[in-house]
């Protein structure tokens, strides 16, 4: 079967750095997102990665190595509205959008 | 105003009852999708549209129907809720293919089944 696993909850401390990973086990690959969801909201993109490497963006960098099925979400300089969850979600072979459970980040002052 | 409009927001009701979702949007998208989430669970596929001709199911379509009415809108309907169906429930949108696009998502639509 198909297979996404995260980090149930993550705890941190505001103006540190965080890393939230997901490993991913699917029938293909043709890309993975990272969303983040405050509690009671929508997601929201945060990332696409469909090449190996760091994709930067401003605080936020998403890393990806296919050959080891994992990803990295590397949260910099902390900031207690970064407490919400944030998914992993990979793209599979039939076009299809697998979901991890997400990881719940907390922020401590 | 929000580009994907969920309602209703809230909704208790009871077994057996028939309940519809409605989701529209101002994006322009064509493809539409209605996930499920649970607590502890990832999202969870119910139903999707990439036109108005077309619907297709997803991973877990038992006890729901969809309805593509246009364009821009895509409703999720229960036809007799049960309370294993009590979930918050997400309309997303997205242009073209997942590998070019994002989905945005509706605000949701948090449904208790009594």
């Known amino acids: 079967g198909q297979n996404i696993d995260q980090p149930t909850e993550m705890t941190a401390t505001e103006g540190a750095i965080v890393q939230i990973n997901c490993t991913y086990q699917?029938?293909?690959?043709?890309?993975l997102f990272w969303y983040q969801q405050h509690a009671g909201e929508a997601p929201t993109f945060l990332s696409y990665?469909?090449l190996d490497g760091l994709e930067e963006k401003g605080r936020f960098s998403s890393f990806l190595s296919r050959s080891k099925g994992y990803s990295y979400l590397l949260l910099k300089e902390l900031q207690m509205k970064d407490s919400a969850s944030y998914l992993c979600?990979?793209?599979?072979?039939?076009?299809?959008?697998?979901w991890g459970a997400g990881t719940k980040l907390i922020i401590k002052p | 105003d929000a580009d994907v409009t969920q309602t209703p927001r809230n909704r208790i009701t009871k077994t057996g009852k028939r309940i519809m979702l409605e989701c529209s949007q101002t994006?322009?998208?064509?493809?539409m999708y209605w996930y499920r989430q649970d607590p502890g669970l990832g999202l969870r596929l119910i139903y999707y549209?990439?036109?108005?001709?077309?619907?297709n199911k997803g991973e877990i379509s038992d006890g729901y129907s969809v309805s593509r009415q246009a364009q821009a809108k895509f409703s999720l309907s229960l036809e007799s809720a049960i309370p294993n169906q009590t979930a918050l429930y997400f309309c997303?949108?997205?242009?073209?293919?997942?590998?070019?696009?994002?989905?945005?998502f509706g605000e949701g639509s948090r449904l208790t089944v009594l």
């Open positions: 997303a949108t997205s242009d073209l293919s997942l590998s070019t696009g994002e989905l945005f």
């Open positions: 994006k322009g998208h064509d493809r």
């Open positions: 549209s990439f036109d108005v001709k077309d619907i």
């Open positions: 699917t029938s293909g690959f043709n890309g």
């Open positions: 990665n469909v």
């Open positions: 979600a990979v793209i599979d072979s039939n076009y299809q959008l697998i």
